[in-house]
T-cell receptor, first 111, second 112 residues
Framework: NAGVTQTPKFRILKIGQSMTLQCTQD?????MYWYRQDPGMGLKLIYY???????DKGEVPNGYNVSRSTTEDFPLRLELAAPSQTSVYFC??????????FGPGTRLLVL | DQQVKQNSPSLSVQEGRISILNCDYT??????FLWYKKYPAEGPTFLIS?????DKNEDGRFTVFLNKSAKHLSLHIVPSQPGDSAVYFC???????????FGTGTRLQVFP
């Protein structure tokens, strides 16, 4: 039982490049979330999903896209990377939205 | 607009003493509150929660207190241990929403 896994662990992007952050959970959770954490800040919700085929925007969705084709996977897409997207990204899942289980994070640097 | 506030960025406590971490919120619709703990290079892990129908919830060394009239909650750790050194996030949710709002975190350091 791996819980929530995220790949890659670390990535450097050039401005304007695109990438997909992968997130997979093996707990059969319906709820999945993407957060970003900037230095000295809390976790800001980017997008979330309450089940396969259903996604919704969080607090800071601009510059990102998501899809949820299966219960297990919830990838986050950055289309045109900008320096403001330099952050640590966390994926989480839960059976109810309160007690969320987090992955180890992806550290992204946009130069 | 920061709906969940943790005004102390850091706290330093001696091993064996009590650690008290504070959290304030502005949204009166919040009805469920959680604390998460985060070690460096790891994701946050759930620690303890409390519903708005209670004013206290205890789990071992960890107790969360809720004062709804003051829109304030606190996490007490007794006794504090070096392994408790981490960043603690307060989070809140409102009924009929599917998401949590997190505070900015308090870094706790427990020294021998």
């Amino acid at each position: 039982n791996a819980g929530v896994t995220q790949t890659p662990k670390f990535r450097i992007l050039k401005i304007g490049q695109s990438m997909t952050l992968q997130c997979t959970q093996d707990m059969n959770h319906n709820y999945m979330y993407w957060y970003r954490q900037d230095p000295g800040m809390g976790l800001k919700l980017i997008y979330y999903s309450v089940g396969a085929g259903i996604t919704d925007k969080g607090e800071v969705p601009n510059g990102y896209n998501v899809s949820r084709s299966t219960t297990e996977d919830f990838p986050l897409r950055l289309e045109l990377a900008a320096p403001s997207q330099t952050s640590v990204y966390f994926c989480a899942s839960s059976s109810t939205f309160e007690t969320q289980y987090f992955g180890p994070g992806t550290r992204l640097l946009v130069l | 607009d920061q709906q969940v506030k943790q005004n102390s960025p850091s706290l330093s406590v001696q091993e064996g003493r009590i650690s008290i971490l504070n959290c304030d919120y502005t949204n009166s619709m919040f009805d469920y509150f959680l604390w998460y703990k985060k070690y460096p290079a790891e994701g946050p892990t759930f620690l303890i929660s409390i519903s708005s129908i209670k004013d206290k919830n205890e789990d071992g060394r960890f107790t969360v207190f809720l004062n709804k009239s003051a829109k304030h909650l606190s996490l007490h750790i007794v006794p504090s241990q070096p392994g408790d050194s981490a960043v603690y996030f307060c989070a809140a949710s409102a009924a009929n929403t599917d998401k949590l709002i997190f505070g900015t975190g308090t870094r706790l350091q427990v020294f021998p």
